[in-house]
């Protein structure tokens, strides 16, 4: 009897113990009124009249458990209401492997051990293949090496549920083996092992990989291909991986989705976007995956202007922001300087997990929002998420912008409450908020009861807090520190040069300055950029390659003239070089930001708000110039520096001047 119809399970029609089965009968079977008329009420007669006579368990009824926790259909088998065949249990392992439902797994292959099917190896692959999807890779194994005779998909079912959990090199090892015993690897299986290859980072597996597909023909098939471009990027190929890509003769969304992946994931944001117009000419349908690393990488430069345009194609498209892409959407809005759009689209997302929260938390951050940050965290635990060890990490970071010292000791201490051992981000974190607050002593004291021992960047945070007060003794032991543990990142070298310099202790500059010269230290050149009608305009410190050069340099001279009529001073405090005080405050007018500023106010039209970006941190005389400016043409200005957001309206910031 051919158990399979239409997507159903067939019943005997002899029911031998009716009473006890047909109470549940309509959750598991529809059934004609001949063969119910003696266990349903007269209500229940005419619901089920209309049906055809046959007996059928639903598909999505298979794992269906009775009150004593058992499966129904595997009583149904035992009571002789079903007629067994392998492929039935094949069906119970499937639909368990899909749904992650390990237990009823479990429960099918103990009543298969017990049957005329146990060792039918179709029947056994499924249930490698549904301990291997749940994780169970020590069972799948189990089951794998007892078996009789194993053929590819097997091995297959076997490598797949290895790569898939990130046991990488066990997932290559078994590749051998299988290549040991003979067998010939198919597309699904060369899919599984590229993913495998990609997750080592290296690249050298995945080439021998390569040379294996190209071995057994399978290279032009395009799953393996798309596998292949994804393989690539994620160790960083791209190149290779490009190359792979333009050679498939036939691409799908996977193939297109893997590459704009790469460029997402290295912060080459014009590429995954030329790729992804690229796509849409291709009449390829794009999906969540697609704008999820769209998203992303718009989120890497600050696109604000194309992260509107793809959120719109998104919509026309028809697709929603389900969680994981809702995610991205808010995170390249706040990274694009709206926090007021990251917010709207946190609020009209329809399921709201840990990570929305805390990317709403993170942008909060960023903006220096160090209240609506606590307050949502609050509302947070309110409804009954959970927090996490990112969940503090921004709350730390929010109240260290705001300089929140009292909230900030708190949520630290919080973490206890929820089994959250603090890692070296959190303390990085935490020295960072009391040393901006002037606490060197208890900074100090945080670093040296550490339970792990301290990394660069905890050091690096004391000589950031160091800067901030001009605290050049502990500024020198603190780059001493980071000295031994990083020598060669150039950031503590320069940092300690320019708390020397802004004291005027001159002969300590000149010696980190040599320092940096002898070490091969390199001060990364300072460079700002402005994004208008979808081009990038940069700028470094006097920069006179610009096309508009000459007008933004007249543009900043008349802003600078207006501006020092309402109240701002030059600080030349902040040139940090040994010259006299005329050639400091010329020098202080033509910083990159400076220049960013007046090439937008050129080029935008009245009230619009103006988003700069700037590679290193704002400088103090930029800063006050910008909240002059901001006042001066009643306009928002929206830096974006590596620490985080500024928001410069009418005359004021929203770091309230504590960065």
């Not at 079977?29 to 229940?44: D, I, M, Q, V």
């Not at 055809?52 to 794992?63: A, E, N, P």
């Not at 898939?164 to 997932?171: G, I, K, L």
């Not at 705001?402 to 708190?410: F, I, N, V």
Request: with cysteine; charged share 25%; net charge neutral.
């Amino acid at each position: 009897m051919n158990i399979y119809k239409q997507g159903q399970t067939h019943i005997n029609p002899i029911l031998h113990n009716a009473q006890s089965l047909f109470p549940l009968a309509s959750r598991f079977f529809t059934a004609s009124a001949a063969h119910l008329a003696n266990a349903y009420s007269s209500e229940n007669e005419e619901q089920e009249s209309n049906l055809d006579s046959s007996c059928v368990i639903r598909d999505k009824d298979l794992l269906h458990k009775t009150q004593n926790g058992g499966l129904r259909i595997l009583e149904l088998i035992d009571s002789g209401s079903i007629q067994l065949e392998a492929s039935l249990y094949n069906k119970l392992l499937n639909e368990s492997a899909k749904l992650g439902r390990i237990r009823e797994g479990k429960d099918v292959h103990q009543h298969l051990l017990r049957s005329r099917f146990r060792d039918y190896q179709v029947v056994l692959n499924s249930v490698v293949n549904m301990y291997a999807k749940c994780g169970c890779l020590e069972d799948a194994r189990k089951v794998f090496d007892e078996m009789p005779v194993r053929d590819v998909v097997s091995w297959t079912a076997l490598i797949t549920g290895f790569s898939q959990h990130e046991r990488y090199e066990e997932a290559l090892g078994l590749f051998l083996g299988l290549l040991r015993v003979g067998l010939e690897p198919n597309q699904f299986t060369f899919s599984s092992l590229l993913k495998a290859a990609g997750g080592m980072g290296s690249g050298k597996e995945g080439r021998q990989i390569h040379g294996f597909c190209l071995k057994y023909g399978c290279d032009g098939n395009v799953y393996v291909g798309s596998a292949l471009v994804d393989m690539y990027v994620r160790c960083g190929l791209m190149e290779e991986g490009g190359g792979v890509f333009r050679g498939l003769s036939s691409k799908n969304d996977v193939s297109w989705n893997a590459l704009i992946a790469g460029h997402a994931r290295r912060g080459e944001g014009e590429d995954a976007l030329r790729v992804f117009k690229q796509m849409q000419k291709e009449d390829f349908r794009a999906t969540h995956f697609t704008y999820s690393s769209v998203f992303s990488a718009c989120a890497s430069i600050g696109a604000f202007e194309q992260g509107k345009w793809v959120h719109g194609h998104m919509i026309k498209s028809g697709l929603k922001p389900v969680a994981f892409v809702g995610n991205t959407l808010l995170d390249m809005y706040a990274k694009s300087g709206s926090i007021m759009d990251a917010i709207k689209v946190f609020d009209r997302l329809v399921k709201r997990d840990v990570v929305s929260w805390n990317s709403l938390l993170t942008a909060c951050a960023q903006h220096g929002r160090g209240s609506d940050t606590i307050r949502y965290f609050e509302k947070m635990l309110k409804i009954g998420i959970k927090p996490n060890a990112i969940t503090f990490l921004c709350l730390l970071t929010a109240c260290s912008h705001a300089g929140l010292l009292e909230q900030g000791e708190h949520y630290f201490n919080l973490m206890k409450k929820y089994d959250i051992e603090p890692d070296t981000s959190h303390y990085v974190t935490v020295v960072d908020l009391i040393g901006r607050a002037g606490d060197f002593d208890r900074a100090v004291m945080v670093i040296e009861h550490m339970p792990i021992k301290p990394e660069a960047a905890v050091w690096k945070a004391l000589l950031g807090a160091c800067r901030m007060h001009k605290n050049a003794e502990l500024g020198a032991y603190a780059a001493e520190q980071v000295f031994k543990l990083d020598p060669n990142d150039s950031g503590p070298h320069i940092i300690l040069y320019n708390i020397y310099a802004s004291a005027g202790r001159w002969k300590e500059a000149a010696k980190a300055r040599k320092a940096m010269r002898e070490r091969g230290v390199k001060k990364e050149p300072a460079c700002s950029w402005v994004e208008i009608e979808n081009a990038v305009h940069m700028f470094v410190a006097n920069d006179d390659t610009h096309p508009q050069r000459e007008e933004v340099f007249k543009m900043w001279e008349k802003i600078t003239f207006e501006i020092k009529k309402i109240g701002y001073v030059p600080d030349p405090s902040h040139v940090l070089l040994f010259v006299d005080q005329q050639e400091r405050e010329a020098k202080l007018q033509y910083h990159s930001e400076k220049l960013a500023l007046a090439f937008a106010l050129l080029n935008t039209p009245d009230g619009s708000a103006i988003r700069i970006k700037k590679n290193i941190r704002v400088c103090g005389d930029c800063h006050s110039a910008f909240k002059f400016v901001s006042k001066l043409v009643d306009r928002e200005i929206i830096l974006r520096d590596t620490n985080r957001f500024h928001h410069f309206r009418d005359g004021s910031c929203s770091c309230g001047d504590y960065w």
